[in-house]
């Protein structure tokens, strides 16, 4: 296999790193307004962000990134640089246009909109979610613009600024809704929630505009093109039709949450939007980074002649991605009230609130492996124009997400936790059909492999659960200690500790990818990074 046509585990390193920082800063952003405004007010923003951030992840970080990466790939591989460059110009016009028509219908008919998701609030509730809903829609434009932004720069083997970019979206964020916030309301009530709004615009905007200095170095000259007959054009929005619904299941599934959320109160939309937010934390450091370098990589091995590298090469992904979730499951699950405590329980946000926040955690690490193998899977089916699998797999995973929020909450009296656990059940059935049908479209994908992955980290992660269930019985005077550093530094060398347990016991039953993720992690690259074996 050409480098080119390999999984760069050095570029995977880069966007851990940039991954955990973006994460980090998030987890700075919601700690610092969950304190301000408290899981009541925080409801009312969640629902009000729910739609343009929805949208987010179905075109720009769903559909229009998976879609326009694999298109550009292929164009560079079969005509070069310069033609893939031309038709950059012609899907940045085409996003900039559609995306003002979709932010301006968004403000238009937001209160039809809210009317759905937030059903069971109260009236003045529901009319200040459609007023900051209709302050964001245009969120929806700029971040579109950084997913092409970012879909060009993977394409051309530019990872880390890409990854970087969301950290500004979260500095933005952070500083615009914290100063318009007070300068609104200083008391952080209702009032304030408006400047959080314009933060997360400004957000928004710094994510998309931070990308361009890299952009203009890797060889891109932006220019309005209207010139939308194109052969490309019409394949990656041939691609987005079916993507639309199938790369974002799970958010969909989040979003049908939402709504029955509403009928508990507003303060389980905040409960699950923090815990969801805790899970994406290491979806996004070890699920996402795997999926952005596999994407490229495959969709070139497709392009060309000899597939016989495309089943085995996705299935280095798979195995990588379970082995780094896996253990994160695992210890999200068992530490879920003290890393919740730890991180929002202050200010506004309450004992009850961590607790209940952290049942919506357990319920959602119960899915944290599916998650992360469907962002691995599913784009993998357009490269190889299977387009429409993933989305008719998704609307059954939908509907089965659907009929079990019914039920957990109306007839089983579960609360938001069956709602969370909801998620974690479609999500898994996603995976599990997926990865059935890539198995007979693309040929081997090393199913014994996998298992034997599956084996032997499931060991080393009950290593790591007993050193977590033993810190939690025997350490619980530091995790629960009234002073912020002495339950952090507890935490911390639990999870420490939980970790040098899980990483030894993978490297005494030689899991190959033990080797590759240490690599990674330690950042020890050689000039030709090692094929994960």
Avoid at 36 to 53: D, E, H, K, Q
Avoid at 195 to 224: E, H, K, M, V
Wanted: with cysteine; glycine share 10%; charged share 10%.
């Amino acid at each position: 296999m050409t480098d080119g046509k390999k999984l760069n585990t050095r570029a995977s390193g880069v966007i851990a790193a940039a991954v955990m920082c973006s994460r980090a800063l998030g987890l700075i952003r919601e700690m610092l307004f969950a304190g301000l405004f408290g899981s009541g007010l925080m409801g009312i923003f969640t629902v009000a962000f729910r739609a343009p951030n929805l949208l987010r992840d179905l075109f720009a970080e769903g559909a229009l990134s998976t879609a326009f990466v694999t298109v550009f790939s292929k164009k560079i591989e079969r005509e070069g640089p310069e033609a893939a460059w031309r038709l950059a110009g012609k899907a940045l016009t085409l996003t900039a246009v559609f995306m003002s028509g979709v932010s301006i219908l968004g403000i238009v008919f937001a209160e039809p909109l809210i009317g759905v998701l937030a059903m069971g609030f109260r009236p003045e509730d529901a009319a200040q979610v459609v007023l900051l809903t209709r302050i964001m829609y245009p969120f929806i434009l700029f971040v579109s613009l950084a997913a092409l932004a970012m879909g060009m720069l993977n394409a051309r083997g530019v990872f880390g600024i890409p990854a970087m970019s969301s950290s500004f979206f979260n500095i933005g964020s952070i500083l615009g809704g914290a100063i318009l916030g007070w300068a609104l309301d200083p008391s952080f009530g209702p009032r304030a929630l408006t400047g959080l709004a314009l933060g997360t615009l400004l957000g928004g905007l710094l994510q998309f505009l931070t990308q361009i200095p890299a952009l203009l170095r890797a060889g891109f000259r932006p220019s309005w093109d209207f010139r939308w007959n194109d052969p490309g054009l019409r394949e990656i929005l041939g691609l987005m039709i079916p993507s639309v619904i199938a790369a974002s299941a799970v958010q969909i599934n989040v979003l049908v949450n939402t709504t029955f959320a509403s009928f508990v109160g507003k303060e389980a939309v905040s409960w699950l939007n923090f815990a969801f937010r805790l899970m994406q934390l290491p979806l996004g450091v070890f699920g996402v980074a795997v999926a952005t370098i596999t994407l490229p990589v495959v969709a070139r091995i497709a392009a060309g002649s000899d597939r016989t590298h495309f089943g085995p090469t996705l299935g280095q992904a798979l195995r990588l991605a379970i082995f780094l979730t896996l253990p994160a499951a695992a210890g999200l699950f068992v530490l879920a009230r003290p890393i919740i405590a730890l991180i929002y329980q202050r200010g506004e946000f309450f004992e009850n609130d961590s607790v209940q926040t952290g049942l919506a955690l357990q319920y959602y690490a119960l899915g944290l492996v599916a998650y992360a193998c469907v962002k691995v899977l599913s784009p993998a089916f357009y490269a190889i124009n299977r387009r429409w699998t993933p989305m008719l797999v998704s609307f059954v995973a939908i509907a089965i997400n659907l009929s079990l929020n019914y039920f957990f909450i109306f007839r089983w009296n579960l609360g938001h936790r069956g709602l969370a656990l909801a998620t974690a059940i479609s999500a898994i059935f996603n995976f599990v059909v997926l990865y059935a049908l890539m198995s007979r479209f693309a040929g081997s994908l090393d199913t014994r492999r996998l298992l034997q992955t599956v084996l032997r980290c499931g060991l080393a992660t009950a290593a790591l659960t007993a050193v977590c269930l033993a810190g939690n019985t025997y350490g619980s005077a530091w995790l629960d200690a009234p002073g912020f550093v002495t339950r952090a530094l507890s935490l911390l060398g639990l999870i420490g500790a939980a970790g040098v347990a899980y990483l030894a016991t993978c490297f005494l039953l030689h899991v190959p990818e033990t080797r590759t993720a240490a690599t990674i992690i330690t950042k020890r690259f050689r000039r030709n990074p090692p094929r994960l074996s």
